[in-house]
């Protein structure tokens, strides 16, 4: 049973570039969510999708930044015109309904913008 | 809102030795209540949650972690540490309710196993 998948694992954008970060939740989840990590600190969350819909999007920034859990395919975080300070681990997680399910989180997305 | 604090940002300990890391938070409600190791350049997994019934929760690896709802903490324990448990540990709460399905994490501490 395969976990969460990220990919790329590695993402070098210019500024100005947009960047793409692609996950597939665990089989049977239909939560997902997108964490950022900043260098030396913690997670902080961003967005919370089920299929085709943004349920809480307290996180995101309000510019350049947008996600998607479409019917079919994996959930799409999107960054436009990257500049340095979106350097981050950019982490999915994805859970079960119900609220004391856990959140299993995939090997983190590493963006960094030259 | 909820909100974790993890009060210390580095935990040395010797090997062999017991080991706590320290959480508490703050939450409407009943919380649920996780803790997460990283290691480097890697993703979260998962170690154990609390979400009713025993205070004493169990978990990988030996650790476990014990509620206590009078002084809001979630401390996360190892009765003898190894090196291999030296990493990144975060703790989150959840909110009960539909509302509130996002983990708020604390800000992690650092562990150092010394051989």
């Known amino acids: 049973n395969a976990g969460v998948m990220q990919n790329p694992r590695h993402l070098v954008r210019r500024r100005g570039q947009e960047a793409r970060l692609r996950c597939s939740p665990m089989?049977?989840?239909?939560?997902v969510y997108w964490y950022r990590q900043l260098p030396e600190e913690g997670l902080k969350f961003m967005v919370y999708?089920?299929?085709?819909?943004?349920?809480?999007e307290s996180g995101m920034p309000k510019e350049r930044f947008s996600a998607e859990f479409p019917k079919e395919g994996p959930s799409i975080l999107r960054i436009q015109q990257v500049v340095r300070g979106d350097s981050a681990a950019y982490f999915c997680?994805?859970?079960?309904?119900?609220?004391?399910?856990?959140?299993?989180f995939g090997e983190g997305s590493w963006l960094t913008v030259v | 809102a909820q909100s974790v604090a993890q009060p210390e940002d580095q935990v040395n300990v010797a090997e062999g030795n017991p080991l706590t890391v320290k959480c508490t938070y703050s939450?409407?409600?009943?919380?649920?209540l996780f803790w997460y190791v990283q290691y480097p350049n890697r993703g979260l997994q998962f170690l154990l949650k609390?979400?009713?019934?025993?205070?004493l929760v169990k978990g990988s690896y030996g650790f476990e972690a014990e509620f206590n709802k009078s002084q809001t903490s979630f401390h996360l324990k190892k009765p003898s540490a190894l090196v291999s448990d030296s990493a990144l540990y975060f703790c989150?709460?959840?909110?009960?309710?539909?509302?509130?399905?996002?983990?708020?994490f604390g800000s992690g501490t650092q562990l150092t196993v010394l051989p």
């Open positions: 997680a994805s859970s079960s309904q119900g609220s004391g399910n856990t959140i299993y």
């Open positions: 089989k049977g989840h239909s939560h």
């Open positions: 999708l089920q299929k085709e819909n943004i349920i809480d």
């Open positions: 939450v409407s409600g009943n919380p649920y």
């Open positions: 609390y979400i009713t019934g025993d205070n």
């Open positions: 989150a709460v959840r909110a009960p309710g539909v509302s509130a399905r996002q983990l708020t």
